[in-house]
């Protein structure tokens, strides 16, 4: 009967919520107890917050629509939110918590929203450039194209420290770009259970207004067990309801712990753009989850399903067990995983320009139906080298050579030459001749592909030259590239190809 008897609510009249002050603070300590409890409780209304950091031996709880405002970092030693509170932040928080901490149903910790623009500061993933619809900005994903291609924002940050903002979208002619997510470290002693949500997330365009999303933020967890059925997102913001503005790119999430009892929701999806089939979506972020006595973590990328949205470019820090659902990753150095799984809907590549994909697996590897590693058109021309099989142009151009000899166009007295090893294939596809139509289409990239187990192959493993698409082109198209795999056994019903392009007329 205490605790009923005791109160410091926030005034406020009727069912205004948004006329409502924050809860105070009462503190209760019997002179037998070493720790104390420190209790915020609103009156079931508003949303006002309670200003709290710094480090106190205190049970705290936080409950009837109570919220406490986390400036730089808070200390507890146990933490209860009840149903309609939360935690919050100006840009990010960080929460220690020696013991348990509990999040209900209705109740969340919650930096959405709370990332860049922090005065003039736009973000590191911001897009490239402003324009009339807007680009969605990059973190863990690259930002989604708007309406006239202007493209999404880059990647930034860690997969395995997560602590970055997420940045705001492009800036589009109904206004600047959407906020970014804020940024999330909790550290957790005991045992942590999320029936509620954590979020990171990035807000998201209003209607059909033409600015582009921002990136979802960062949420970084060290906790002895992750329990509970809720939430913990870092996602992009959609762009406008009419397709016409980009979707912002996941974020980051990163989970170490020493026991997984989490059946919830973790997701760091790129932002779309309703009702358009995925082509304005944000690329995936990045989800790490580590259990201590393992010695290695599990990465997923995986995109909102079924749309996988821009890229997202990785790299390796650690040999982790790769995942990769709706989601399309590119990989611009060497990277070294210890298995990989590629599902349904997803691929992974190398971009336009770089060498070669190099992928080193330790154990086992699985590729998908439907699922496939592709450098399909990524070869030749890089800058201005057309590549060693490139044929002489004429109106009606010859194919591009590389394993064999390039077809000939009828006007054209050579054809692109044959080149590269037999044994141990490296190099990229080349460009096709320049026809009366323009130039010719690329060649097929490079795959290296080292598996220390078992390779399935249920989806493709596709190095093939690009097509010319229009019928009656005159472009001569590029050859194959090439695939060099080697593993301790090759299984499975799919496709290992580097066939050339096909050309776009009989002439050519």
């Known amino acids: 009967m205490l605790f009923r008897s005791v109160t410091a609510r926030g005034g406020g009249y009727g069912n205004n919520a948004a006329r409502y002050g924050g809860a105070g603070t009462i503190y209760l300590k019997a002179?037998?107890?070493?720790?104390?409890?420190?209790?915020?409780?609103?009156?079931?209304?508003?949303?006002a917050p309670t200003p709290l950091d710094g480090s106190s031996s205190v049970n705290l709880t936080v409950s009837s629509n109570g919220a406490v405002l986390v400036s730089g970092s808070l200390t507890v030693s146990n933490l209860h939110l009840g149903m309609g509170s939360s935690l919050t932040c100006g840009s990010n928080m960080a929460v220690i918590v020696s013991g348990d901490a509990t999040i209900d149903g209705g109740a969340s910790i919650n930096a959405s929203g709370k990332g860049y623009p922090l005065g003039s500061l736009r973000g590191p993933g911001t897009g490239p450039t402003d324009g009339g619809y807007g680009a969605g900005a990059g973190y863990g994903g690259l930002g989604g194209p708007d309406y006239d291609g202007r493209p999404g924002g880059p990647a930034y940050g860690s997969i395995l420290e997560p602590a970055d903002l997420g940045s705001q979208g492009a800036t589009g002619n109904s206004g600047a770009g959407t906020a970014g997510g804020g940024a999330i470290r909790l550290t957790i002693g005991g045992r942590l259970t999320v029936n509620?949500?954590?979020?990171?997330?990035?807000?998201?365009v209003n209607g059909t207004e033409h600015r582009g999303a921002g990136s979802g933020g960062s949420v970084w967890l060290t906790v002895g067990t992750l329990a509970g059925t809720g939430v913990i997102s870092a996602d992009g913001g959609f762009g406008s309801t009419d397709s016409l503005s980009g979707g912002g790119?996941?974020?980051?999430?990163?989970?170490?712990?020493?026991?997984?009892?989490f059946t919830g929701s973790l997701s760091?999806?790129?932002?779309?753009?309703?009702?358009?089939?995925?082509?304005?979506?944000?690329?995936?972020?990045?989800?790490?989850v580590k259990d201590s006595s393992r010695p290695v973590g599990d990465l997923l990328v995986q995109n909102d399903a079924p749309y996988w949205g821009a890229m997202t470019p990785l790299s390796s820090p650690e040999p982790f067990n790769l995942t990769c659902k709706y989601a399309r990753v590119s990989v611009s150095a060497p990277i070294i995983v210890s298995t990989l799984y590629v599902g349904t809907n997803s691929y992974l590549t190398h971009l336009t320009g770089d060498s070669n994909l190099t992928v080193t697996v330790?154990?086992?590897?699985l590729i998908d139906a439907a699922g496939?590693?592709?450098v399909s058109g990524m070869g030749y021309p890089i800058g201005t080298n057309r590549g060693l099989g490139t044929p002489a142009d004429k109106y009606w151009a010859s194919g591009a050579g590389h394993g064999g000899i390039?077809?000939?166009?009828s006007d054209s007295a050579t054809q692109g030459a044959a080149y590269g090893s037999i044994t141990q294939p490296t190099t990229l596809g080349s460009q096709g001749g320049n026809g009366g139509s323009g130039t010719g289409t690329a060649g097929g990239g490079a795959l290296r592909l080292i598996v220390g187990g078992?390779?399935?192959?249920?989806?493709?493993?596709?190095?093939?030259?690009?097509w010319v698409i229009n019928n009656g082109d005159a472009r001569g198209a590029g050859s194959g590239g090439s695939i060099w795999v080697t593993a301790a056994t090759l299984a499975g019903r799919g496709l290992i190809a580097a066939n050339g392009g096909q050309p776009g007329h009989d002439y050519c």
């Open 31 to 47: 002179n037998s107890q070493s720790i104390g409890e420190l209790l915020v409780q609103n009156a079931g209304l508003g949303n």
């Open 454 to 466: 078992a390779l399935t192959v249920n989806g493709e493993l596709n190095a093939g030259g690009a």
């Open 372 to 374: 496939a590693i592709n």
């Open 196 to 204: 509620g949500g954590i979020y990171a997330n990035a807000n998201s």
């Open 362 to 365: 330790n154990g086992d590897a």
């Open 249 to 261: 790119g996941g974020g980051r999430v990163a989970i170490y712990h020493s026991g997984y009892n």
């Open 406 to 409: 390039g077809g000939r166009g």
């Open 268 to 288: 760091a999806h790129g932002g779309g753009s309703t009702g358009y089939y995925g082509a304005r979506y944000g690329g995936a972020g990045t989800i790490y």
